[in-house]
């Protein structure tokens, strides 16, 4: 087997392992972009441990294929980079979106999802979604009204009291 196969076959397994860790992909057209934008969008990703990387789209397509996301294949053309993320779900379509509103260099084109492939705009749309901190803020508020709503009226029974005993 030649060193060049090898090598080939080192990075379309890099990337199959990459792909089954991950707890979602978001596949971007950086085409556009200058060195500047380029490095500072990859310091706003490996700040929140996403993985980015360019990949031949050759090598790319046959890692999505030996772990069954085919569908992913028609978004892998042109100059792609590929975002990975091992923990938080949201965190690359966070920085990515935001990214490319700024820069409309950028382009979402793909995603997979917690195994699933999304569409470019699943993936803005899982994006526009609250933090998880703003999402158990949110809970809180709602499990902390009906005591706030009984804190209130029990107050007010109260205060009736006091006023009927008073006059």
Same mark, same amino acid.
């Given at each position: ?49 996403? #993985?980015? /990387? ?5 090598? %790319? +397509?046959?890692?999505?294929? &030996?772990?069954? !996301?085919?569908? $992913? ?48 705009? #699943?993936? /803005? ?5 609250? %933090? +998880?901190?703003?999402?158990? &803020?949110?809970? !809180?508020?709602? $499990? ?24």
């Amino acid at each position: 087997m030649s060193k060049v196969l090898e090598a080939k076959q080192a990075v379309v397994g890099e990337i199959t392992d990459k792909l089954n860790a991950a707890a979602s992909v978001v596949v971007v057209d950086y085409r556009g972009l200058n060195v500047t934008q380029l490095t500072e969008l990859r310091k706003q990703l490996r700040d929140a441990g996403i #993985d980015f /990387k360019v990949y031949k789209n050759s090598m %790319s +397509r046959r890692a999505t294929e &030996s772990v069954g !996301l085919e569908g $992913l294949n028609e978004h892998l053309t042109g100059p792609n980079a590929i975002a990975f993320s091992n923990e938080d779900v949201v965190a690359p379509a966070k920085i990515l979106n935001d990214f490319a509103k700024k820069n409309d260099k950028l382009e979402i084109k793909a995603g997979i999802i917690e195994g699933a492939i999304a569409s470019a705009e #699943d993936v /803005k749309a899982l994006a526009e979604l609250p %933090s +998880r901190e703003g999402l158990l &803020s949110m809970l !809180l508020s709602v $499990l902390q009204a009906p005591m706030r709503n009984l804190a209130a009226i029990t107050k007010a029974v109260a205060d009736q009291k006091e006023e009927e005993q008073g006059a």
